[in-house]
T-cell receptor, first 114, second 114 residues
Framework: GNSVTQMEGPVTLSEEAFLTINCTYTATGYPSLFWYVQYPGEGLQLLLKATKADDKGSNKGFEATYRKETTSFHLEKGSVQVSDSAVYFCALSDRPGGYNKLIFGAGTRLAVHP | SQTIHQWPATLVQPVGSPLSLECTVEGTSNPNLYWYRQAAGRGLQLLFYSVGIGQISSEVPQNLSASRPQDRQFILSSKKLLLSDSGFYLC?????????????FGSGTRLTVV
């Protein structure tokens, strides 16, 4: 079945460092891909998405490119801030039995220190 | 605009007591609704989804049940809580067919069973 694999955390960085969180997927067909962010004690918020191959999703300085040839959707940010500390979830869309469903990775915790 | 409300925000319940968590969506009609659980330090597990009033599908066998008495209301229940039911419960909604744009999550309920 369809699945998402994320790099294990925690990822610990200093402020202004470059961030990469790896995400690869296994899917039949052409799913949409998403990154969600969860700040401490809160629900998940959509960070960015891409709906087809070579699309680049971007938001708040974060970017991810839908790479069909490598089945990847890595999250990047050029200069992280302390306020980016959160758990990041990669997800893909699935449509079993005719309803829309997201399959999530296990999440990667990011800690940014001043 | 669409909003999703989830309550209560936190709950401490003794083992064997009943549970009722409520989720409501505003600003849309006929949404798909979802209940997820996030155990401490772990990823997201889909518990139930609903594509319409009275239509509930369960992803995993467990001590919980769900109901959808109205189009925009989704309730998670248990008759007798177990210690293993502790976790962070998230409600989410998405558009129905032809309106797929990922999920919008509620702010979550942190349940501690003691």
């Amino acid at each position: 079945g369809n699945s998402v694999t994320q790099m294990e955390g925690p990822v610990t960085l200093s402020e202004e460092a470059f961030l990469t969180i790896n995400c690869t997927y296994t899917a039949t067909g052409y799913p949409s891909l998403f990154w969600y962010v969860q700040y401490p004690g809160e629900g998940l918020q959509l960070l960015l998405k891409a709906t087809k191959a070579d699309d680049k999703g971007s938001n708040k300085g974060f970017e991810a490119t839908y790479r069909k040839e490598t089945t990847s959707f890595h999250l990047e940010k050029g200069s992280v801030q302390v306020s980016d500390s959160a758990v990041y979830f990669c997800a893909l869309s699935d449509r079993p039995g005719g309803y829309n469903k997201l399959i999530f990775g296990a999440g990667t915790r990011l800690a940014v220190h001043p | 605009s669409q909003t999703i409300h989830q309550w209560p925000a936190t709950l401490v319940q003794p083992v064997g007591s009943p549970l009722s968590l409520e989720c409501t969506v505003e600003g849309t009609s006929n949404p798909n609704l979802y209940w997820y659980r996030q155990a401490a330090g772990r990823g997201l597990q889909l518990l139930f989804y609903s594509v319409g009033i009275g239509q509930i599908s369960s992803e995993v066998p467990q001590n919980l049940s769900a109901s959808r008495p109205q189009d925009r209301q989704f309730i998670l229940s248990s008759k007798k809580l177990l210690l293993s039911d502790s976790g962070f419960y998230l409600c989410a909604w998405s558009g129905g067919q032809g309106m797929w744009d990922g999920y919008t999550f509620g702010s979550g309920t942190r349940l501690t069973v003691v």
